[in-house]
Each structure stands twice: as structure tokens, then as C-alpha cells.
């Protein structure tokens, strides 16, 4: 079975700062994607960012990057120049594809405050 | 336009009632999915359909029924329902495995 763990219940950032948010997983998988989902107070789940295991390229949107490391299992998300509407939860998620589906295992959140 | 929307938004019931949730999703996905998060934000999957075929059909007792009229709709009805089902449920979306997936605004069940 595949796990995922935030160690990070909490952090926070000041405006304009850059901020990290750490993910592990463990799986004997070789093809998987991962995913930061953000879930803001609205509690509307919102896709960040998406990584494939067979791309050694780290994803990136805009202000958003991922440092993937597969042999660590380890995926991270940097925030660059942190917004007030930033503030939310993040979820760090392994994916597999099932049938056409895609079956997300979420690590239990990193709840990230933006401080003006 | 709401890519993945649900009724009803909140959901407060009493005990041993039946429930149920809609979903509707306007994107053209071929798969939906339940999933439900606790009190601690834990997000965990339920149910998937892929062109209204049950694939994940995780660990759930089977007081909770998903139902697919069609590709676009996935419907969860919930019999017989306990303290511990309060929760919120999500529904989502996605065109096939890999790419992510589109979540509704959620409905929050309270049972009291």
C-alpha cells in the first residue's frame, strides 16, 4: 500500500517570501504521478501541481515549482513570492491509474499561513 | 459556469435517516469519484466510476451506494446514517488517470 507523509502540520511565511513544503511517499511502484492540491478556506480542492514519476524534469506553474527526487521519494513544494491568498491547506498526493481512473492517496496536510 | 457541482451544500440529518448527495460535473470527464474528509482534513477515496462502471471501490461499509446515470452524474445515497459519517464528501472529476482531477465545492453532513 502506498503512503504519503507531511511532516510539516504548520508553517508560515511572510509576503514576497519564498516557502517549502516537504512530501514523502513510500511505494514499490515505478509509474505514478503526484500532485499538490490546495484547499483554501473556501474548502474548494484546488490542483496546484503535477509531477509524472518517468519525467526527471521538476514540474512548475508560475510561482509554484517541485523538487521531485524519485530515488528519495521525496516531492517538495516551493512557493515563491507567497501571496495573502496563498493561506490554505496543502495536500502533497500519490496517484496511480486504475481503469481509467486515477486513485489519489493524500498525506494529511501542511496548513500554510502567508503573513502580511 | 461550475465545472463539478454538488447538492446540497450542507446536510443536517439525525440518526438511522437516508441521505443522499448529487453530483453533476459539465466538463466532459469520462471518471467521477467520492471521497470523504474527517474532522482532521484527512482526505481519503471512496468510489470511482469510468463511463458509469464501478473501478475503486475502496474499504466502505456498504451502507454508502454510489450511483452513475450517466458519465456526467454520480450520485451517493447513504442508508441507515451514524455519527461517525459526518463528514464532508467531495466529489470529483477527470478526464483519464494521470492528469489530476476536478473537485466539487463539497457538502458538509452533519448527523446528529
Known amino acids: 500500500a502506498q503512503t504519503v507523509t507531511q511532516s510539516q502540520p504548520e508553517m508560515s511565511v511572510q509576503e514576497a517570501e519564498t516557502v517549502t513544503l516537504s512530501c514523502t511517499y513510500d511505494?514499490?511502484?515505478?509509474?505514478?504521478?503526484l500532485f499538490w492540491y490546495k484547499q483554501p478556506p473556501s474548502r474548494q480542492m484546488i490542483l496546484v501541481i503535477r509531477?509524472?514519476?518517468?519525467?526527471?524534469q521538476n514540474a512548475t506553474e508560475n510561482r509554484f515549482s517541485v523538487n521531485f527526487q524519485k530515488a528519495a521519494k521525496s516531492f517538495s513544494l516551493k512557493i515563491s513570492d507567497s501571496q495573502l491568498g496563498d493561506t490554505a491547506m496543502y495536500f502533497c498526493?500519490?496517484?496511480?491509474?486504475?481503469?481509467?481512473?486515477?486513485?489519489?492517496?493524500f498525506g494529511k496536510g501542511t496548513k500554510l499561513t502567508v503573513n502580511p | 459556469d461550475t465545472a463539478v457541482s454538488q447538492t446540497p451544500k450542507y446536510l443536517v440529518t439525525q440518526m438511522g435517516n437516508d441521505k443522499s448527495i448529487k453530483c453533476e460535473q459539465n466538463?466532459?470527464?469520462?471518471?467521477m469519484y467520492w471521497y470523504k474528509q474527517d474532522s482532521k482534513k484527512f482526505l481519503k477515496i471512496m468510489f470511482s466510476?469510468?463511463?458509469?462502471?464501478?473501478?475503486i471501490n475502496e474499504t466502505v461499509p456498504n451502507r454508502f451506494s454510489p450511483k452513475s446515470p450517466d458519465k456526467a452524474h454520480l450520485n451517493l445515497h447513504i442508508n441507515s446514517l451514524e455519527l461517525g459519517d459526518s463528514a464532508v464528501y467531495f466529489c470529483?472529476?477527470?478526464?483519464?488517470?494521470?492528469?489530476?482531477?476536478?473537485f466539487g465545492p463539497g457538502t458538509r453532513l452533519t448527523v446528529t
Open positions: 470529483a472529476s477527470s478526464q483519464r488517470g494521470g492528469v489530476g482531477q476536478y
Open positions: 511505494t514499490s511502484e515505478s509509474n505514478y504521478y
Open positions: 509531477q509524472e514519476a518517468y519525467k526527471q
Open positions: 498526493a500519490f496517484g496511480l491509474t486504475q481503469g481509467g481512473s486515477e486513485k489519489l492517496v
Open positions: 466538463l466532459g470527464h469520462d471518471t
Open positions: 466510476y469510468n463511463n458509469k462502471e464501478l473501478i
